[in-house]
């Protein structure tokens, strides 16, 4: 039963790039941001081509890890307040990949950018949190459904 709770986590990961995704196409088409949140994740693969495919692919792998890890986090720490800790979790993780992104691939791939980039991936991270967390209400720690751990 455990590892279903992990294959769902990860899967809960890998849905809750959609609506981060579209925020960040909306801030693209508003003039805010030049790349979204998946085709900058593809840069870690394709170097200087940025590409929306491998960027989602790239994003869903890195995305489904973050949910096992925020899973087996929240089991341990407990599910009250679960969107607010996803939201902190993911949050977290967006600082280390920002910081990581900036230093392997920003300024050596493309040019560095603006501020209003680095709000834009922000609010896509919130995103992600509030939809991982309130599908893992639903789905993983939802007081009504029978749980085996």
Not at 38 to 56: E, F, N, V, W
Not at 100 to 119: C, D, H, N, Q, V
Request: aromatic share 10%.
């Amino acid at each position: 039963m455990n590892d279903d709770k992990y294959l769902i986590a990860s899967i809960i990961g890998i849905i809750s790039i959609i609506p981060s995704e579209i925020v960040s196409q909306i801030l693209i088409g508003l003039g805010y941001n030049k790349y979204s949140t998946c085709t900058l994740s593809s840069l870690l693969i394709t170097g200087d081509k940025p590409s929306l495919i491998m960027g989602i692919i790239v994003n869903s792998v890195i995305a489904g890890f973050i949910a096992i890890i925020l899973y087996q986090t929240i089991r341990k720490i407990g599910s009250q307040h679960l969107v607010i800790k996803c939201v902190g979790g993911t949050l977290l993780i967006w600082l280390t990949l920002e910081l990581l992104f900036s230093i392997f691939i920003e300024r050596k791939l493309i040019a560095p950018r603006g501020m209003s980039g680095y709000y834009s991936h922000f609010l896509g991270a919130i995103t992600f949190g509030i939809t991982e967390g309130m599908l893992f209400n639903k789905f993983l720690f939802n007081k009504n459904m029978v749980h085996k751990d």
